[in-house]
């Protein structure tokens, strides 16, 4: 059993979906501590959604070792690890069990036997911090994406886990539906001690994590506060992601002699910078 | 298409009907449906009769929801009677239409046997439009518990059918959306012969069958994430409740099954 006081910890983890496929992920190892918000970037196939399956026994690993809260994940202990460990995938449609949002909100209490009184608590409670509390017998139809992004997040916080992983949870969303979600996000983290994995190859999305994992070839290629990876641009370009537009351009600014000394994460950062920047200079 | 689109024919309400438990329901339509044929004079085709139209009336529903229940139906009805009528030739000819003579006995027979099926649709058709589709699934689940002593799979069977119910609308929002694709690429689905439409449907099943597959394997692998197990051990949120509404229910019906047996010969 793991001794020390880590969440989520991938030993020396290697996995490949077959004896003769290539590797997904080659030794990876790296920790998630409580109450943290870890983000996880990478392009597509770099092995980043592998590690949200194998963090709640979906897949297993060929080598190396993945604890969670303590317990080894293996075969007789994946129901212990699935309680601990929430997982909200990128299709909104297909991760909608019930045929109203009440019934799907539950039904992750229902496979745990939660009694019905329970369940009709933090049912309401749930919704509230979603807030989609007004949609209790909506169905799923009747939802947009963002909706239903914000439903499945409802039913996996509904069973109170320790870390909740969004697999590219707004990959398939418009960027209205995006911004709820990560509203929502940021507002649960922020209440709720719930550690938070967030898996996306969106550069904008990681801007609110206390850390984030670059992965690139199945290898954990940078790990880094997303401020000192935003100046790392010529090298996230190389491995084929995106720099959010206000990184691209406090770096021109940069290049035509404006001296910036915070990287700006939004917006309101580099505005803040160039306003107070005469009174610098 | 959206806000228009209603799984099965459920009117939404809040009668006497609509709030008996569904076990109560599928029941006395299972016992209506075989005491509707030990019904052979007036007064016990009377007794179902005004049983029958008196929970139409309690269910509130209105009489367009009804009839178009039982639309598909009247060509079936109007059919059987015609051929008592021909087929019969019992008691006096009552009168003679060209060569053909129609007897009393074809009458009432026809009578009687149109009659027998207008009360079987009109009940089960009450209970599709005051019950919702997943009442009658946990109905089901519910009543089909025994069988689980002969490892019958209630508990999947129930849950197929709820994740069925779910899907409808989406899988019909994706044909709309792949028909509208497939018709922007030329697609014709509307004219030509039978068999260039037949043919025309081929590109909206295949993509329809290959999505649905990679839905399943996603549904399944999120449901598996969220600790579903199987059936055991798992609790309910939906509850079905058996109150005196139903004890009443129940007892006015053994009246009407009473009475039936008093009346017939």
């Known amino acids: 059993m793991s001794s020390n006081e880590k969440l989520v910890e991938f030993r020396n983890v290697s996995f490949r979906y077959g004896a003769e496929q290539p590797w997904v992920l080659k030794n990876c190892s790296f920790e998630i501590d409580r109450e943290e918000w870890v983000a996880i970037i990478g392009h597509n196939g770099s092995g980043k959604s592998t590690i949200a399956k194998l963090m709640n026994g979906l897949l297993f690993p060929q080598e190396g070792e993945i604890y969670v809260a303590g317990k ?35 039904f992750g209490m229902e496979n745990r036997g939660f009694p019905r009184e329970e369940m009709l608590q933090r049912l309401d409670d749930v919704l509230h911090a979603v807030g989609m509390v007004d949609y209790r017998l909506t169905e799923p139809h009747r939802l947009s ?9 409802a039913s996996v916080l509904a069973v109170s886990p320790k870390v909740l992983i969004l697999d590219e949870a707004t990959a398939m969303l418009d960027p209205r539906g995006r911004r709820d979600i990560m509203q929502t996000v940021a507002h649960l983290q922020a209440n709720k001690d719930v550690s938070l994995l967030t898996i996306t190859h969106d550069l904008q999305e990681i801007v609110q994590a206390d850390r984030v994992i670059v992965m690139n070839e199945g290898q954990v290629w940078d790990e880094s506060h997303p401020r000192e990876l935003f100046s790392k641009q010529d ?35 580099l505005l803040e910078e160039l306003w107070t920047l005469h009174s610098r200079t | 298409m959206n806000n228009a689109m209603v799984i099965g024919q459920y009117v939404p309400g ?57 639309t598909p139906v009247w060509f079936l009805i109007i059919f059987t009677f015609l051929l008592h009528v021909i087929i019969t030739k019992e ?3 009552v009168f003679e239409i060209f060569t053909f003579q129609v007897y009393s006995g074809g009458l009432i027979q026809g009578f009687a046997i149109s009659m027998r099926f207008f009360l079987l649709i009109l009940v089960t058709s009450l209970l599709t439009l005051t019950t919702t589709p997943i009442e009658i699934t946990d109905a089901i689940e519910s009543m089909l518990q025994p069988l689980k002593k002969v490892k019958f799979p209630v508990h999947e069977l129930a849950l197929m059918m709820s994740i069925s119910l779910r899907f409808i609308p989406t899988l019909l929002q994706e044909t709309d959306k792949i028909s509208k694709a497939q018709a922007s690429r030329g697609v014709d689905f509307r004219t030509g012969k039978l068999k260039d439409r037949i043919q025309a449907v081929v590109p909206l099943l295949v993509p329809l069958f290959v999505s649905a597959f ?3 394997e996603e549904l399944a692998m999120a449901m598996e994430a969220r ?32 009475g039936l047996f008093f009346t017939r010969n």
């Open chain 1, 72 to 106: 080894k994940v293996q075969e007789d202990t994946i129901w212990d690890v699935r309680k601990d460990v929430g997982m909200v995938f990128q299709n909104p449609d297909n991760q909608f069990v019930g045929t109203t949002v009440q019934d799907d909100v539950a």
């Open chain 1, 145 to 153: 994406g963002g909706q239903k992004q914000r439903i499945a997040i």
């Open chain 1, 235 to 269: 090298d996230l370009l190389a491995i084929g992601l995106d720099v959010p537009f206000i990184a691209s351009l406090a770096k021109a600014l940069k290049q035509t002699g404006i001296p910036i000394t915070k990287e700006p994460l939004n917006h309101e950062e």
């Open chain 2, 14 to 70: 809040n009668s006497v009907v609509h709030r008996l438990d569904p076990r109560t329901k599928i029941t006395i339509i299972f016992i209506f449906v075989f005491v509707v044929f030990l019904a052979n004079n007036v007064w016990s085709y009377t007794i179902l009769t005004v049983f029958a139209l008196l929970s139409m009336i309690t269910s509130r529903v209105p009489l367009r929801f009804v009839l178009k229940g039982l």
């Open chain 2, 91 to 93: 008691g006096d000819v």
């Open chain 2, 214 to 216: 990679k839905r399943a």
């Open chain 2, 227 to 258: 600790g579903y197990q199987g059936g055991e051990g798992r609790t309910k949120l939906r509850e079905l409740k058996f109150t005196k509404l139903d004890v009443g229910i129940y007892i006015l019906f053994i009246f009407v099954i009473l």
